[in-house]
C-alpha cells in the first residue's frame, strides 16, 4: 500500500506564499505522475498541477504563472509553491500519486490519494 501525507497548508493573507510538501511512502521504486487538486466548498474537484516523472508538467489556467509544481524522485515527494495567492484559491488541496512501480520489474498501476490539506487565503 501507498501512503501520502500532506503538509504546508494554512492560513494567508491575499498576495502571499505558502509551499505544500506531500511525501509518499510504501513499498515504491517509482512513480508516473504526481500531482495536486483542490476542492472547495460546493465546488467539484479540479486538477491544480502535474508532475511526471520526466519533469513534465501541466497547470490549472487559473494558476499558471502564479503556482510550481516539483518533485523529488529520491524522497518520493511533490511540492507546490504557490505564490501571489487569491482568495479563489482557498480550497482543501489534495496530493494524488499514479502509476506507482513497486519493483523494477512490475508494472506501473493505482491511484492514491492524500487526505488533503487546507488553504486559506483572506483578503
Known amino acids: 500500500q501507498v501512503q501520502l501525507v500532506e503538509s504546508g497548508g494554512g492560513l494567508v493573507q491575499a498576495g502571499g506564499s505558502l509551499r505544500l510538501s506531500c511525501a509518499a511512502s510504501?513499498?515504491?521504486?517509482?512513480?508516473?505522475?504526481m500531482g495536486w487538486f483542490r476542492q472547495a466548498p460546493g465546488k467539484q474537484r479540479e486538477l491544480v498541477a502535474v508532475i511526471t516523472s520526466g519533469g513534465s508538467t501541466n497547470y490549472a489556467a487559473s494558476v499558471k504563472g502564479r503556482f510550481t509544481i516539483s518533485r523529488d524522485n529520491a524522497k518520493n515527494t511533490v511540492y507546490l509553491q504557490m505564490n501571489s495567492l487569491k482568495p479563489e484559491d482557498t480550497a482543501v488541496y489534495l496530493c494524488n500519486v499514479e502509476g506507482v512501480r513497486r519493483r523494477p520489474w512490475t508494472t506501473p498501476a493505482g491511484d492514491y490519494w492524500g487526505q488533503g490539506t487546507q488553504v486559506t487565503v483572506s483578503s
Open positions: 510504501g513499498t515504491i521504486f517509482s512513480i508516473n505522475a
